[in-house]
């Protein structure tokens, strides 16, 4: 068999495995994986990214402003401004108050990313809705330094500042946690399989899989080391004052934002192509208009079983009578029903 037809096996094998990334290019030493390659070979992680350094660099700084804000919430509502022989305090509001605005907290970190994950598919991409609640972050972390001056808190603006900030460090965390974690993976662009010749001769499989995996196990790492910051922050909650306990974490996030920034010409950027969230929502407003209206007119449809069928089959594009503002097709519908049983 000639060269030609060997090189062209291997390709064809290739395209077949990601016929969808046919612009992955070989550098040199390399080649396409074969199956025999794929069987026989010593598997091993590629070289992460700088790209992806950066918004791992980015997430940890945006987790030890996080944890490095969070761990003072308790003593700063909880507790009463400079009381002798007290804990650090500010607003003086028991422990019920500080455990239901925490608990609020928390909750509203965690529904936010919704919004961001829709405003990035929809609208912004990634990098720039990153970016755009990224100032969202900062902004609440100026609100509550300034807020937790000694000035401030003797004019009884902790309260409203704490909430202020609650509400939009929350909108700012859930904006980044949503897009953050599919950004690094997106920045290694290998996806089909080759094989590498190292210095010592030796053939290895760069296997995408486990370059993801080494990525992540860099994010995570990052994520739990940037928690450690708590320990910062109460210790000069402690020593110092609030104003300080809680300017560190806001300069980390200043810092955060320019690490990011800079990486720029680096990423990987994806162009947004539609929320599945709003998708989902224009197919169940379908289904219900149209089985409203078949209902009203008498036309409903059986199915083989000469029963009814869902009210969300009749955003089935099949079962329209005008299906050219419908971008979904039907196995789309019957993945939706799916989901909504279960």
Wanted: net charge positive; hydrophobic share 45%.
């Amino acid at each position: 068999m000639s060269s030609a037809s060997i090189k062209q096996g291997v390709n064809t094998y290739a395209e077949a495995l990601h016929p969808e990334h046919a612009g992955d290019v070989l550098q040199e030493g390399e080649r396409w994986a074969t199956e025999e390659d794929m069987s026989t070979l010593r598997r091993v992680a590629d070289k992460i990214p700088t790209a992806a350094y950066f918004v791992v660099l980015t997430e940890f700084c945006e987790r030890f402003t996080y944890y490095g804000i969070t761990g003072p919430f308790q003593n700063y509502i909880s507790n009463g401004y400079q009381v002798p022989n007290s804990r650090p305090g500010a607003i003086g509001g028991g422990q019920q108050m500080a455990t239901g605005l925490s608990n609020f907290f928390q909750f509203f970190c965690y529904l936010c990313p919704i919004l961001g994950a829709i405003i990035a598919d929809q609208w912004l991409g990634k990098y720039k809705t990153i970016l755009l609640f990224s100032l969202v972050y900062i902004l609440g972390n100026l609100v509550l330094t300034l807020t937790a001056l000694p000035v401030s808190i003797r004019a009884g603006g902790a309260l409203p500042g704490m909430v202020i900030a609650m509400i939009t460090i929350g909108l700012g965390t859930g904006g980044i946690k949503a897009n953050v974690s599919p950004m690094v993976a997106e920045q290694y662009s290998r996806f089909r399989p080759f094989v590498r010749r190292l210095k010592s001769g030796k053939e290895v499989l760069v296997d995408r899989e486990l370059t993801i995996q080494s990525i992540f196990n860099w994010f995570y790492w990052a994520i739990n080391v940037g928690g450690l910051s708590a320990i910062a922050t109460t210790e000069l909650e402690a020593n110092v004052d609030f104003w300080a306990a809680y300017l560190l974490p806001t300069l980390m996030f200043v810092f955060c934002i320019i690490v990011f920034w800079l990486g720029r010409n680096k990423y990987i950027v994806s162009k947004p192509t539609g929320s599945i969230v709003i998708k989902a929502y224009r197919t169940g407003r379908a289904g219900l208009r149209n089985y409203r209206l078949a209902k009203k007119e008498n036309r409903l449809v059986m199915n083989e079983s000469g029963k009814k069928v869902s009210w969300i089959d009749y955003a089935k594009p099949s079962l329209a009578v005008d299906s050219s503002f419908m971008d979904w097709d039907d196995r789309f519908v019957d993945e939706l029903r799916t989901a909504i049983r279960s």
